[in-house]
């Protein structure tokens, strides 16, 4: 029978908080209770908070995957209030007031809370044809970043012996702002980062397609800015096709709704996401309503679900806001403050969010920023990016060793992690000639 996690459930004197999920809106939740007269406990499957907005350049072997990735014991090392479970919620009793956990050690535990808040993010949707993973993997973990690294430091390994046209194409499904930075910066590790060093490639074999089933690339940026992004991928040899929908993908490429043939042996899926299944159980478990993409509606006052319970981030709909991270941030802030007033007894203010705008790099030196009324581009638009990305990532450490790795890559066209982690296994053939 499920117990109780000791250290978890012994202390009544002071308000117990659990945070499910380390992503930017349950970390945010964690740290702003840092000088707060409660006990936090942030549960979370992986050991380390992620920073989406590059995880892309991990997958193209341009930053560590430690850059990104501070360990949520680190980061914590310093707030004597919070603790740390690694593990995955697999349910919510309400009525009792506990979270169920299956821990990392294989043991299951139910952890008690007197508020909850859960941040448990979104997960790739493939819109009812999840069959297309095997060929179209996601990139939404670091584990699966590191894994397209290495597929595609093979396609090009696999290039010098075979047939380069087909190992040198590459199709990108969902032209959003994670769309376009890949299919950006694998036009330039293939023509910058790794020229030279793989001799028998021609670059003219490179093949880069960009596809989506909305009539523009970045659909939530200004018309001036979208064509921009469009014109300089296409510049950098990348084939745009929008209007697209795709209808069937399987190991040599995939066939659109139009019956058009996009011959690509690799693929990599940066479309459409959905709620994380948690918020279903959630809701489940509170009566909370759920919208069409799965998100649990909150109180748009306070990011609640009940009295006692949040909901914030990708997994919730606050008024339609846009499952990026800056949302996820205000929110975690928030909720944050409201459990401070309640201590406090007193009632904070409504949230409201502050929309900073929308931002999308496109090659070393070049990117668009449509914040408010200020459209920028190119290496205006490049610096305003870093800065913005900079600023949220988490430790000084990682910030100082993304901007050595961008200044590295952008004065020698170099990468810093063109590594295949897997080892070339050799194959039993029997010899040529031999009986069976």
């Not at 044809?129 to 939404?140: T, V």
Request: charged share 20%.
């Amino acid at each position: 029978m499920p117990g109780a996690v000791a250290g978890y459930a012994g202390c009544m004197a002071k308000q117990r908080v659990v945070v499910v999920g380390g992503g930017f809106g349950g970390l945010s939740v964690v740290r702003g209770l840092r000088r707060a007269d409660v006990d936090v406990t942030l549960i979370d499957r992986a050991n380390h908070h992620l920073f989406q907005p590059l995880l892309y350049q991990v997958a193209t072997a341009l930053l560590p995957a430690g850059d990104i990735a501070p360990a949520f014991r680190a980061i914590l090392r310093k707030q004597d209030n919070a603790h740390v479970l690694l593990g995955e919620v697999t349910g919510f009793d309400t009525e009792k007031q506990l979270v169920d956990v299956d821990l990392a050690d294989g043991t299951a535990h139910r952890v008690p809370y007197d508020t909850l808040v859960v941040a448990a993010g979104a997960r790739d949707s493939y819109f009812g044809h999840d069959e297309w993973a095997e060929h179209a993997p996601p990139m939404k973990t670091l584990e699966q970043a590191v894994t397209l690294r290495s597929r595609l430091l093979r396609a090009f390994e696999h290039a010098v012996t075979g047939d380069p046209k087909e190992w040198l194409s590459f199709a990108v499904i969902g032209a959003g702002p994670t769309g376009v930075e890949l299919a950006g910066q694998l036009a330039d590790l293939a023509r910058r980062a790794l020229k030279g060093q793989f001799r028998g490639i021609d670059p003219r074999d490179l093949r880069i397609t960009l596809l989506d089933a909305v009539p523009h690339v970045l659909p939530p940026f200004s018309e001036p800015l979208r064509k921009h992004a469009r014109a300089k991928l296409e510049q950098l040899g990348v084939t745009v096709m929008t209007g697209a929908m795709v209808a069937a993908i399987d190991e040599h490429g995939l066939t659109t709704k139009d019956g058009d043939r996009v011959e690509a042996r690799t693929i990599i899926w940066a479309a459409g996401v959905q709620a994380s299944p948690l918020s279903r159980k959630l809701a489940e478990a509170t009566g909370a309503e759920l919208d069409r993409k799965g998100r649990v509606v909150v109180n748009p006052a306070d990011c609640s679900v009940t009295p006692n319970i949040f909901a914030i981030g990708d997994m919730a709909n606050l008024n339609d806001l846009p499952g990026i991270a800056e949302p996820a941030l205000q929110e975690g802030h928030h909720v944050a403050r409201v459990i401070k007033a309640r201590l406090a007894g007193t009632a904070a203010k409504p949230f409201k969010y502050l929309d900073l705008g929308t931002m999308a790099t496109i090659s070393p030196g070049d990117a668009v920023a449509d914040i408010k009324k200020l459209r920028l581009k190119g290496l205006i638009g490049k610096a305003a990016w870093a800065g913005v990305h900079i600023a949220f990532l988490v430790g000084w450490r990682n910030r100082a060793a993304v901007l050595a790795n961008w200044g590295w890559n952008l004065l020698t066209g170099r990468r810093t992690q063109p590594i295949i982690l897997e080892t070339v296994q050799a194959v039993d053939r029997q010899p040529r000639g031999s009986g069976s």
